[in-house]
């Protein structure tokens, strides 16, 4: 079992940053990747960012390419999620997940089977 908890969300203007930890523990040894999820109210949850543990490869969603950059301390078991030039249709609860039972990054939410409880991120106009 991989226990995962976000923290960093907050209330920014348009046009700022914030930074979005998630920290695993238990059996993080089976973990192949970490990935970054958003979602509103009445819609289905969509991705953001993923990276894969052994190799720090990367994939992006299209709606935050070239703004969100998705990092790993493999030593502190933590991933986050840079996120610049937030826009209001950023706001979401972020979710961070944890990818145990196959290789490689994910983009779809069912690839991911640890989940955190999220955090509210709230971009202003």
């Known amino acids: 079992q991989v226990h995962v908890v976000e923290s960093g969300g907050g209330l920014v203007q348009a046009g700022g940053s914030l930074r979005l930890s998630c920290v695993a523990s238990g059996r993080t040894f089976y973990t192949y990747a970490m990935g970054w999820f958003r979602q509103t109210a009445g819609k289905e949850r969509e991705f953001a960012a993923a990276?894969?543990?052994?190799?720090?490869?990367?994939s992006y969603g299209d709606s935050v390419k070239g703004r969100f950059t998705i990092s790993s301390d493999i030593a502190k078991n933590t991933v986050y999620l840079q996120m610049n030039s937030l826009k209001p249709e950023d706001t979401a609860v972020y979710y961070c997940?944890?990818?145990?039972?196959?290789?490689?990054?994910?983009?779809?939410?069912?690839?991911?089977?640890?989940w955190g409880q999220g955090t509210q991120v709230t971009v202003s106009a």
């Open positions: 997940a944890a990818r145990t039972r196959a290789h490689g990054l994910g983009t779809r939410d069912y690839d991911y089977d640890h």
């Open positions: 990276i894969r543990w052994t190799d720090g490869g990367t």
